[in-house]
């Protein structure tokens, strides 16, 4: 998981706040995931971005989430008036080029708590 | 609905014996399939993978065994060691549609090997 970084680590928000996770992928990558694990679960993928166009939104929440990954800077992963059940550790993995056989390279995480 | 279950959540090895993880999956329509390893606080970090063109590939201590009629995979670590010990995620993807890219992880299994 060298090179992408991912930031906050931690972040702490009270119900009905906005919580944003940035993530900046690996220098040359230009496909960005966002994944959410709950305690006890696996990985579920949530948006798949290339520079400014989401390609697949199929895991994300309809309500309240939001994803981008601008031209220039990170991707950011937005989420509006967090809820308990928003609390997990979320994921952000960048890989050179889409498609199958490409290895993605994760960050460390963003662990949201929503008190 | 699951489509990659790993239905072990934890295995315990001796150091310097076998530890053979399981791998299920129900998507006929999975042709790449990857192993990662996880230890606590941080990303995933990619270990093996398999091509649904392959039976096996192996890679230092690390092999990994497709059967494709039984929609079955195995990472077998040998010699096990103490260093090894962290979550395994399974993960599998598909070229088709819209979802190029994305992976579909597994529950985990969580090994332990003892000194």
């Known amino acids: 998981n060298a090179g992408v970084m991912q930031n906050p680590r931690h972040l702490v928000r009270r119900r009905g706040q906005e919580a944003r996770l940035r993530c900046s992928p690996v220098?040359?990558?230009?496909?960005v995931y966002w994944y959410r694990q709950l305690p006890e679960e696996g990985l579920k993928f949530m948006v798949y971005?290339?520079?400014?166009?989401?390609?697949?939104e199929s895991g994300m929440p309809k309500e309240r989430f939001s994803a981008e990954f601008p031209k220039e800077g990170p991707s950011i992963l937005r989420i509006q008036q967090v809820v308990r059940g928003d609390s997990a550790a979320y994921f952000c993995?960048?890989?050179?080029?889409?498609?199958?056989?490409?290895?993605?390279?994760f960050g460390q995480g963003t662990r949201l708590t929503v008190v | 609905d699951q489509q990659v279950k790993q239905n072990s959540p934890s295995l315990s090895v001796q150091e310097g014996r076998i530890s053979i993880l399981n791998c299920d999956y129900t998507n006929s329509m999975f042709d790449y399939f990857l192993w990662y390893k996880k230890y606590p606080a941080e990303g995933p970090t990619f270990l093996i993978s398999?091509?649904?063109?392959?039976d096996k590939n192996e890679d230092g201590r690390f092999t990994v065994f497709l059967n494709k009629s039984a929609k079955h995979l195995s990472l077998h670590i040998v010699p096990s060691q103490p260093g090894d010990s962290a979550v395994y995620f399974c993960?599998?993807?598909?070229?088709?549609?819209?979802?190029?890219?994305?992976?579909?992880f597994g529950k985990g299994t969580k090994l332990s090997v003892k000194p």
């Open positions: 993995a960048s890989s050179p080029q889409s498609g199958v056989n490409t290895e993605a390279f």
């Open positions: 971005l290339q520079k400014e166009n989401i390609i697949d």
């Open positions: 398999i091509s649904s063109i392959k």
């Open positions: 993960a599998a993807s598909a070229n088709y549609g819209g979802s190029q890219g994305n992976l579909i």
């Open positions: 220098k040359g990558h230009s496909h």
